[in-house]
Each structure stands twice: as C-alpha cells, then as structure tokens.
C-alpha cells in the first residue's frame, strides 16, 4: 500500500528546533517531487517547502531561511528542518508527494507541531 508517514513533530519552545520525516513507500521514489505542508486551525493548507527530482528547492517567504527541505533518496525520505521556530509555526505538517506531471498527488496523515513557551 501506498503511504507516507510522517515524524518528529512535538512541542518546542520559541527559537527552538524540530526536523521533520516523512518516510514514504513510493516506487521510483527519486522521481517524486516532495513537498511539506502546513495547516494551522481554520486556516488554508499552505506550502512551507518544497524539493523537485533534481533536488530544487522553493520556500515561501515566511519561512525562507529559517526551514530547509532536504530528501534522502536510498532512504526514501524527505525531511524538513525547522530552525527558529515561531508560535506562527504551530500547525500540523503534512508530507506531499507528486508524480511529475500528475494532476495531484499522495497526502501523508500529519504530524502535530506546536511552537509555545
């Protein structure tokens, strides 16, 4: 079956740290574009990260230089690295993994970070 599993979501302190995983079992894994998500309560499901086949990458401006997305491919999985994490932050974090060219993609259950003193 077809998944991706997201980990290491939790509870940090403001200016605190958290990387992501998300372990997918996706054939031809290296081909996907990856990308992480987040959604904060009653808000829109929004992009935070995202990594293509070759390893580009894009952010969004709220988060640029402070989270890094990075994919090991052997390993089938993509990580997000959150550095200076603000209460702003706190949302659950999806996985998202996109065949290239598909219309839409394979969703992962989420992973629950929140950002509090």
């Known amino acids: 079956q077809v998944q991706l599993v997201e980990s290491g979501g939790g509870l940090v302190q403001p200016g605190g740290s958290l990387r992501l995983s998300c372990a997918a079992s996706?054939?031809?894994?290296?081909?996907?574009?990856m990308s992480w998500y987040r959604q904060a309560p009653g808000k829109q499901r929004d992009l935070v990260a995202g990594?293509?086949?070759?390893?580009?990458?894009n952010y969004p401006d709220s988060v640029k230089g402070r989270f890094t997305i990075s994919r090991d491919n052997a390993k089938n999985t993509v990580y997000l690295q959150m550095n200076n994490l603000k209460p702003d932050d706190t949302a659950v974090y999806y996985c998202?993994?996109?065949?290239?060219?598909?219309?839409?993609?394979?969703w992962g259950q989420g992973t629950q970070v929140t950002v509090s003193a």
């Open positions: 998202y993994a996109r065949w290239p060219l598909a219309a839409s993609g394979l």
């Open positions: 990594i293509t086949s070759d390893g580009s990458t």
């Open positions: 996706l054939s031809i894994f290296s081909a996907y574009a």
